[in-house]
T-cell receptor, first 116, second 114 residues
């Protein structure tokens, strides 16, 4: 079945440690996105990538980094510079940037990061 | 810049009752509007969307929404709630003139009481 796989589903880390969240898609989509979800705040865009080897900052990129070396993979690293990293992280994809405008975003099941 | 306001972070209805989730938007151009649903510890799923054409949009699971330009609203309704409708619902807007991604509202948690 085609879809987006995020791992791990739950992750606990000590303060000051970098953490990498995996996102893999087999939908052959060009565009991929990372969102952060906090209670009562909706989804906020961290980074997005329209094509391999290219990515742009979203609204809350500080303290995060990404790479897009392969079309199917878009890992997110939460660095020690992120002041409040505990959150639910959602990866999404769309066929291309244009389909995002028409709302066709496909989401993974999320990764819940807790920093102790 | 566009924005979305969802009125009511928590809504409770009885099983079989009308569901009404409110969404108002702000946009400098006619927007595209969406409702997504999220079940606990899962990703979001597109429920329905308005881009152009008919202002009453039907989605999955019996939900529908009406785009009212004069009221800048896109409220989500369902005539009869089912226990399985309990979830968090997000309204989102995009600007069709821009490559910008979706802007999401803060979400409304729907509880369905037996």
């Amino acid at each position: 079945d085609g879809g987006i796989t995020q791992s791990p589903k739950y992750l606990f880390r000590k303060e000051g440690q970098n953490v990498t969240l995996s996102c893999e898609q087999n939908l052959n989509h060009d565009a991929m996105y990372w969102y952060r979800q906090d209670p009562g705040q909706g989804l906020r865009l961290i980074y997005y990538s329209q094509i391999v080897n290219d990515f742009q900052k979203g609204d809350i990129a500080e303290g995060y980094s990404v790479s897009r070396e392969k079309k199917e993979s878009f890992p997110l690293t939460v660095t020690s510079a992120q002041k409040n990293p505990t959150a639910f992280y959602l990866c999404a994809s769309s066929i291309d940037q244009a389909t995002v405008i028409t709302g066709e975003l496909f989401f993974g099941e999320g990764s819940r990061l807790t920093v102790l | 810049a566009q924005s979305v306001t969802q009125l009511g972070s928590h809504v409770s209805v009885s099983e079989g009752a009308l569901v009404l989730l409110r969404c108002n938007y702000s946009s400098s151009v006619p927007p595209y509007l969406f409702w997504y649903v999220q079940y606990p510890n899962q990703g979001l799923q597109l429920l329905l969307k308005y881009t152009t054409g008919a202002t009453l949009v039907k989605g999955i699971n019996g939900f529908e929404a009406e785009f009212k330009k004069s009221e800048t609203s896109f409220h989500l309704t369902k005539p009869s709630a089912h226990m399985s409708d309990a979830a968090e619902y997000f309204c989102a807007v995009s600007d069709p003139g821009s490559a910008r991604q979706l802007t999401f509202g803060s979400g409304t948690q729907l509880t369905v009481l037996p």
